[in-house]
T-cell receptor, first 111, second 111 residues
Framework: KQEVTQIPAALSVPEGENLVLNCSFT??????LQWFRQDPGKGLTSLLL?????REQTSGRLNASLDKSSGRSTLYIAASQPGDSATYLC??????????FGAGTTVTVRA | SQTIHQWPATLVQPVGSPLSLECTVE??????LYWYRQAAGRGLQLLFY??????ISSEVPQNLSASRPQDRQFILSSKKLLLSDSGFYLC??????????FGPGTRLTVT
């Protein structure tokens, strides 16, 4: 069974600081890994998708890395803004195409 | 456009009453569709997934059921709600190379 862990559970930083969110998974046989953002009371918004053959993906201020052999992914958010405050979820897709989710990291960016 | 619609947005139902939540998606034909539940303070739990009309797989045996009467319609039902059925219900769709997108969700409170 795939276990996905996200550390820390919560993070508070001043505006402008870079954010580093960690995700670890127990089974390296993954199809892809996806990072999501969830605002309170809302659905999930896809941020980045990394295929198992890729090492990283970038979109604007966001960069996600994947080290499949060690079972780790990191999401970097550069120059954080108050609008980045949200819960960030990591999800790993198995070869049966089901997603296993971490519990998320709740980020607060202080103005 | 590829949009996921869910209704109702919020629902308050008494214990023992029936439930029907609807999800419809636009765009791609024969999409993989998913129902998740997110309980307060807990992670996302996969309830059902479907790879085509009439094809439903259940992840968690309970008093919920799902149906897919049309290609882009996915319905979550219950004959008798329990207090433990309260939560945030999310419909999701796979697009492209297995990137998952989520609808806005339905907040269900069972009283």
């Amino acid at each position: 069974k795939q276990e996905v862990t996200q550390i820390p559970a919560a993070l508070s930083v001043p505006e402008g600081e870079n954010l580093v969110l960690n995700c670890s998974f127990t089974d390296s046989a993954i199809y892809n890994l996806q990072w999501f953002r969830q605002d309170p009371g809302k659905g999930l918004t896809s941020l980045l998708l990394i295929q198992s053959s890729q090492r990283e993906q970038t979109s604007g201020r966001l960069n996600a890395s994947l080290d499949k052999s060690s079972g780790r992914s990191t999401l970097y958010i550069a120059a954080s803004q108050p609008g980045d405050s949200a819960t960030y979820l990591c999800a790993v897709r198995r070869y049966d195409y089901k997603l296993s989710f971490g519990a998320g990291t709740t980020v607060t960016v202080r103005a | 456009s590829q949009t996921i619609h869910q209704w109702p947005a919020t629902l308050v139902q008494p214990v023992g009453s029936p439930l029907s939540l609807e999800c419809t998606v636009e765009g791609t034909s024969n999409p993989n569709l998913y129902w998740y539940r997110q309980a307060a303070g807990r992670g996302l739990q996969l309830l059902f997934y479907s790879v085509g009309i009439g094809q439903i797989s259940s992840e968690v045996p309970q008093n919920l059921s799902a149906s897919r009467p049309q290609d882009r319609q996915f319905i979550l039902s219950s004959k008798k709600l329990l207090l433990s059925d309260s939560g945030f219900y999310l419909c999701a769709q796979d697009r492209g190379d297995y990137e998952q997108y989520f609808g806005p969700g339905t907040r269900l409170t069972v009283t």
